[in-house]
Every structure is written in structure tokens, then in C-alpha cells.
């Protein structure tokens, strides 16, 4: 008999989700996570798209610790001394099922392990797994801890990005530098009504979700974010490992440093106190980087499965995260009733997923890494392009004006017409 | 790489977070005498500036600011890490916004 039906390591998004769906559906399941508590090892952008989350929490709204609707979408293509700026705000982005909420990780993911908990999961906090426990046959059979083994039917890996269990669960392969992102932010303190009124939303409520290209991470692959908090602002980076670490002009935390100090962002956290500094990687391969997600007795979910996408404009894990913490939930419990947990027995996950928006955008956007990293112009020339032409339509020094087409085209030339045409029908392609 | 005079004190925002740092293991070890150029690497993308480079050339690295994110290990996890593993129960950095 083993100790428990399930065992899920890793509180993030995933794992609880997954514990709660086990939990709910009668079966013993314990949650172990590295952290003091759920959250305390998570960093996140960010935003969460609430889809996911409402199929499991109906209520979250009420319920989870949100920091803001998210009522304002900006992007900014930079240069070291230029920034222009597209704001979008539509009502289309306040319906239910459409919206979503920044959010800071560590109260956001207590009160997921919360809601596990509640539903009867027990929890571990402060432990590391260190290794799975396999019968002779191969098959998966627990987990180890220090001394101590741990038992169930199934093993669930929700251990995020930097997963050291999966090559032993699945046979993952370490993924190369050119397929993941190093992300790093800082949090700064600010009253409400301040962040309110330099986001330029109606209340406290109220946020915006604001991306940066170009010279955030000095022309390099990547990007910076902005998210607006109820009283932080959450400001950093994310560029490709492999980009910066071999191209770079400047080691990232000098990236973040400049970034912060750009004009444009220095208004917007000015005075902030600075109350966090955090890294964590962003999986940018997707589908080209996806382990196997079943084994004999093993799951595996989220990040741990690289489900994460950015697209330069949208960066979504979270309700990858969620969805597939559900799923694996789900299916585990079914698994567990028909007493078979073997990799064909917990297939039908593998399924679920193939048949959700998760595999499906994992599928659609499968190209999407290699063009944006090939795309440096989209990091250096385009925000210089956009700089030069809106120049020329706002400064007046009193030289007798032109004609736009004038101005515009030899700008254009400047980066070839054949480039432009090229990149915009690439980016359709892969975006 | 050999920029070494970059003026941000990443030290002092590291201050500001929650350490429980375990004196007796260090979860993370180069190997002995690492390559300048793999080296130079870490110091490029170690979001803690934990990898450094004095005036001289002289390498250290201290894993005590660790933020646990696995970048290095990404990057250097095949040439010049010996060890790259979580810190033990309770051990590491605690995040308290994330
Ligand atoms: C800078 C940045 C910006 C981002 N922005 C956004 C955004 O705006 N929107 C969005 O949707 N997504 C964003 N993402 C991605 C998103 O944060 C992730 O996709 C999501 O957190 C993945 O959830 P997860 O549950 O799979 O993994 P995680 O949240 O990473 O959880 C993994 C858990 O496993 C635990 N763990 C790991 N190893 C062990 C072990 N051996 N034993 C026990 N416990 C262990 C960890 O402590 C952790 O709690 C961003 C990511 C970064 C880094
Ligand atoms: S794990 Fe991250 S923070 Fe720690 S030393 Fe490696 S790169 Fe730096």
C-alpha cells in the first residue's frame, strides 16, 4: 500500500491547482514544495489571464489576493533616449472569461495551496525532493527527501522551469541556453492612488500592463515589463540565455539598471521603494523544448513541461500552468479508480491537453521562438526607425518643413523596403 | 568580455531580500581554475551579479546571494559548474512579493 494516491511537488500555479482537483475528488494526496510556504521560491511578470483560473475557482475574484484588473495595455519600442508608447484600453478586456490581474506570487500562490488544502490536501513546506523512488520495473513509486521516502500511486512534477526531477522522471534533456530566457525584477513600494494616477487608470482597481522592445536589454533579444500593482510596481527584464550571455553589451542587472533609470520609467517609479530584487527563467522554446508528459507512475505540468509562451507582446505561463495543473489533477484521479497508473493508464492527460487551448497554442506558436530570435531588428532598428520618423513630425527648429513622404521614405529605405516587408510577413507567420 | 567597471551595486537590492543562507553547504561550486570565457558568460547573465571579475581579472563567486533561478546552470551547467543544486530544507532566499 503506498502512503498516499498522489504526491505533487511543487506549489506554483500547477501543483496546487493539481492537488486540488485530487483533493476534491476524494483522493489522498500530499504537496510538497521547497519554499517556507507556497510562493516564497516564485517570481513572476506579471499578469494572469483568469480563463483558467475561473474553471476551477469560479469565485477567485472574490476570493484570491489580485493585485489588479488589468485595464490598460501598453507597449513602448525604446531607444536609449526616445520612447513611443501605444496605449490600448477596450471594455472588451473587462468581461469575465477575458479579463485579467497582475498578480504577486507570493500571497497569490499561499492562497492556491490554501484552497488545496481546504479541499483536504496535505501540505510539506521547507523540503526539497531530491530524487524519485522507481521499483525494479522502472515504474515510479515516490519520492526522497533527505532520508525519508514517500510513497503513492502517482507522482506529479510541477517543479517549474529549472525542474531537476524530470530527466529522472521522463529522460528530459537539459534545454539549451538558446531556448530560455533569464528574467529579473525588482518591486517597488508606491501608494495606490500614485501608481493610479501615473498609469492613468480610474482607481486603485485598476492596472496597467505595460511591455517595452528595444533598448530595455540594449538591442538583445527580449524585453522589458511594467506591471502595476495595488501598492508595488513590479519592473524588470527578460533576453534570451544565450543571447546575452554571448552578445550582450552589458550583463543584465546593468540592463535592469539602465532600464530603470530611462526616463520614461524613472517618472513611473519615482520616489518607489525598492523592496525586491528577483531572477527567475522564462522557458521560450515551447514545443521544441516539451518533455515527455507521462511516464509509468509520473505526470509532469507547467513549467516543468516548458508550457510557457512569449510572444514579445504577451507572455503567458500562469493559465498554461493552471489548465494543465487541472487536467493532470483530473486525469490522475480517474487513473487512480481504474487502478491503473501506468504511462498508458495516465495517457488520457496527455489527450485532455492535446484537446485544450494549451497544446493547441503550443502547436500554433511553435515557430514563434525561432523568428523573434532571429529578429533583431525588431530589437534595434525598428524602435531607431520609429524615433527618427516621429522626430521628424513633432520638432519644429524652425528649418522649413517637408512633406511626410519625404521624411518617411528615405527613413524606410534606411532599414530596406524588402527587410520591412519581409519581417512584417514573418512576424504573421510566426506570431 | 573584459568590462569590469559597472557601476550598479546589485549587493545592496540583494540586502533588501530574505536569506536563510546555509554556511555549511554551498548548493552551487565552479570547478577549479574555470575558463575566463565561460566565466565571463555567468558575469553576463546572473540576474544576482553574484559572478564577478575584479580589476585585476580575479574571479570570485559567492552563493549567498543566490536568487536559485538556474540560469547558470542553463548556461554552464555542462563546462564549468561542478554543482548546481537547491539549497538544503528551509535554505535559500525567501521571496516575499515574487
Ligand atoms: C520574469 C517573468 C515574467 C513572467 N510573466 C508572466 C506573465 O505576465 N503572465 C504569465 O502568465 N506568465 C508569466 N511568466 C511565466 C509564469 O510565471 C510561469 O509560467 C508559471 O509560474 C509556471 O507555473 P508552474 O506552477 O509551472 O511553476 P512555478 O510557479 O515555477 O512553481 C514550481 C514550484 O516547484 C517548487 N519546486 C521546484 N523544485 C522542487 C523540488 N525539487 N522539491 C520541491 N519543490 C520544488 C518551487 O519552489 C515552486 O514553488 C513569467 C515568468 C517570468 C520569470
Ligand atoms: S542560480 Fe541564478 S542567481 Fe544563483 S548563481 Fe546561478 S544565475 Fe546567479
Redesign the interface.
Known sequence: MADFDAIVVGAGCAGSVAAYELAKAGKSVLLID???FA??????GGRIYSHSLKEVFPDFEQEAPLERKVTHERISLMTGDSNFTIDFSSNDMLVAGQDSYTV???P??QWLAEKAEEAGAETIF???VEELVKDDAGKIIGVR??EDEITAEVVILCDG??S?LTSQAVGAK????DM?A???K??FELPASVITDRCQTNSDDEGTAWLYVGDATKGSFGGGFLYANKE?I?LGLVAG??A???G?S?????ML?DFKHHPQVASIIKDGK????????VPEGGKNIMPELVGDGVMVAGEAAMMCINLGYQVRGMDYAVAAGMHAGRCAAAAIDKGDTSKAGLAPYVTALDNSFVMKDLNNYQKTPFFLENFSRMFNDYPALVKKAMNAMFIVDGTPGQPLKSTMMPLLKEVGYMNLLKDVRGAMKAL | MS?TD???N?DE??S??KYEVDESNAHIELVDDPSDSEFD?????????LYKRDADGVKTFDYAGC?????C???C??TILKKW??????M???????
Do not use: W
Request: glycine share 12%; net charge negative.
Open positions: 521547497r519554499g517556507n510562493g516564497a521560491k516564485n517570481m513572476t504577486l506570487r507570493a497569490f500562490d521547507g523540503i526539497p527527501a533527505g522551469v529549472n531537476l537539459k534545454p539549451s541556453a530560455i533569464v528574467g529579473i525588482e518591486v508595488s513590479s540565455i544565450e546575452v550571455a554571448t550582450g552589458e550583463p543584465i542587472y546593468q539598471e525598492l523592496v525586491e530584487h528577483s531572477g527567475h527563467m | 568590462r559597472y557601476t550598479v546589485v537590492f540583494l533588501l531580500n558568460k555567468l558575469i553576463m547573465v546572473c540576474p544576482a551579479a536568487l536559485e533561478c538556474g540560469t546552470r542553463i548556461i551547467g555542462d543544486e537547491y539549497p538544503g530544507p528551509t535559500g532566499v525567501e521571496y516575499r512579493y515574487g
